[in-house]
């Protein structure tokens, strides 16, 4: 097998684990918004508050950057694992000369998501259930939710746009309103009393 082979063989096997590794890390696997689901969730920002635009789970970057580009003075983070697809967002984020833009490679449940204005994700089940644990802990309320595909377990959504797709794909909107009553955040307060 000659020099070149070998090397594009290890490089494919290498891509490959990092994307198994991921996948079994977070239980889905790095996948691409249509363009039609895009675009929709674009529209659903409408015009964000002050405050940063986030992707939980930005995978190959569509999103979070057509949100850089159509937001240019407005800080836009997005957070993925996955090894490559986080590269190839980076090369396209440099090409593009997106300075409003961080992508970094990390699991969006160690970052603290209070400054956010608006968040987007497409997560499967599971993750919507501990996502919803972490934003009933630090999310304000009125910050917007767009969920592509799953919804909040415990949420209401102000809205549930359907794509005009094969399957009929919904995107969820949220206004967020925090479901803890005072007496669960004063207990959860330091150092707060409780009469």
């Known amino acids: 097998m000659p020099l070149l082979e070998l090397m594009l ?35 659903a920002i409408e015009k964000p508050a002050a405050g940063t ?54 699991d969006y449940n160690e970052a603290n998501l209070s400054n956010a204005s608006t968040l987007f994700c497409y997560l499967f089940p599971k993750a919507m259930n501990s996502l919803q644990e972490k934003l009933q802990l630090e999310l304000a309320n009125g910050t917007r939710i767009i969920s592509n595909t799953f919804a909040l377990p415990s ?3 102000t809205s549930v746009m359907r794509l005009k797709d094969f ?24 150092g707060a009393k409780v009469n």
């Open 9 to 43: 063989f290890v490089l494919v096997l290498l891509i490959g684990l990092s994307i198994v590794w991921s996948t079994l890390r977070t239980g889905m696997s790095p996948m691409m918004s249509s363009r039609k689901a895009c675009q929709t969730m674009l529209a």
């Open 53 to 106: 635009l986030i992707d939980l789970g930005s995978g190959w970057g569509t999103l979070v950057i057509a949100v850089a580009k159509q937001y240019p003075t407005q800080q836009v983070i997005g957070y993925e694992l996955s090894w490559l697809p986080w590269l190839v967002s980076v090369i396209r984020k440099r090409a593009l000369g997106l300075t409003n833009l961080s992508l970094y490679r990390k």
């Open 155 to 157: 949420s209401e959504p």
């Open 167 to 190: 399957y009929q794909t919904p995107i969820y909107v949220y206004d967020w309103k925090n479901t803890k009553s005072p007496c669960e955040e004063q207990q959860t307060a330091p």
